[in-house]
T-cell receptor
Framework: AQSVTQPDIHITVSEGASLELRCNYSYGATPYLFWYVQSPGQGLQLLLKYFSGDTLVQGIKGFEAEFKRSQSSFNLRKPSVHWSDAAEYFCAVDRGSTLGRLYFGRGTQLTVWP | DTAVSQTPKYLVTQMGNDKSIKCEQNLGHDTMYWYKQDSKKFLKIMFSYNNKELIINETVPNRFSPKSPDKAHLNLHINSLELGDSAVYFC???????????????FGPGTRLTVT
């Protein structure tokens, strides 16, 4: 069964518009949560992560994400999207049971219209 | 000062050949990983080494053999390549002893393997 779900395969927004990318996981305990971004032909860059504590986490490039335990969600947000944000975004989960095994969602492709 | 590097970046080869992909990290991390990204962009872990010891070995054909000569290197050797092996292979590293809020995996740029 899919452990990490990103329900939106492709999202298109206009530059300057707000953005929310959804991520849900299916583990019972609170795992470690990550968002990565992959630009075309590039590796993965970490945007932000959640381990514990404040459920609203700030990341690089103006991104933030909110962990909601009741919904098993970790949605990524940005108030104003820039054209350079066009990329593939991956949510990832580390269940903590085995050293560093990351389970990735299928990714969301973000297109930004000028 | 690249953190995680992989060579080669592109690899085109024929079915049945044997090939290797090399990975090096200069972050002083104790754990390294290999991930496979298929044509639909799905990423899945293949192997992980901690201090040169294999700790994660997913259901991967035994044609794939990782080798870690030291903590800074994790190579991936693939025997008898098949069409289905075509993918992008990512190396990553992390410091497991800092498994707190400082923990994260750093990824290399990827190696695009095409088997014809």
């Amino acid at each position: 069964a899919q452990s990490v779900t990103q329900p939106d395969i492709h999202i298109t927004v206009s530059e300057g518009a707000s953005l929310e990318l959804r991520c849900n996981y299916s583990y019972g305990a609170t795992p470690y949560l990550f968002w990565y971004v992959q630009s075309p032909g590039q590796g993965l860059q970490l945007l932000l992560k959640y381990f514990s504590g404040d459920t609203l986490v700030q990341g690089i490039k103006g991104f933030e994400a909110e962990f909601k335990r009741s919904q098993s969600s970790f949605n990524l947000r940005k108030p104003s999207v820039h054209w350079s944000d066009a990329a593939e975004y991956f949510c990832a989960v580390d269940r903590g049971s085995t050293l560093g095994r990351l389970y990735f969602g299928r990714g969301t492709q973000l297109t930004v219209w000028p | 000062d690249t953190a995680v590097s992989q060579t080669p970046k592109y690899l085109v080869t024929q079915m049945g050949n044997d090939k290797s992909i090399k990975c090096e990290q200069n972050l002083g991390h104790d754990t390294m990983y290999w991930y496979k990204q298929d044509s639909k962009k799905f990423l899945k872990i293949m192997f992980s080494y901690n201090n040169k010891e294999l700790i994660i070995n997913e259901t991967v054909p035994n044609r794939f053999s990782p080798k870690s000569p030291d903590k800074a290197h994790l190579n991936l050797h693939i025997n008898s390549l098949e069409l289905g092996d075509s993918a992008v292979y990512f190396c990553a590293s992390s410091q497991q002893s800092r498994r707190t809020t400082n923990y994260e995996q750093y990824f290399g740029p990827g190696t695009r393997l095409t088997v014809t």
